[in-house]
């Protein structure tokens, strides 16, 4: 899961919804937009060592590229 912040560009959500998460520019774009306007959007569902990844994926490329941009890694509940 993506969260928004006030500081990160919308155009490096994009990128990195397209680096990490595999999305077209289209897909990132309306996204991008979700998690701007909703607060979040789940990007993806992984098993739990693939999207521990993709957290620590995420969060570093961020603050190498000194963005505040969080990403956050949420189970989903057996139903």
Do not use: W
């Not at 701007?36 to 521990?52: I, L, M, N, T």
Request: aromatic share 8%.
């Amino acid at each position: 899961i993506l969260l928004n912040d006030d500081y990160t560009t919308m155009e490096f959500v994009v990128e990195v919804l397209m680096r990490f998460f595999g999305k077209t520019t289209e897909a990132a774009h309306a996204l991008m937009l979700k998690i701007h306007f909703e607060g979040e959007a789940v990007c993806g569902v992984y098993s739990h060592d693939v999207a521990q990844t993709k957290v620590s994926q995420v969060i570093d490329f961020s603050r190498k590229n000194e963005q505040p941009l969080m990403c956050i890694l949420r189970e989903i509940e057996d139903t």
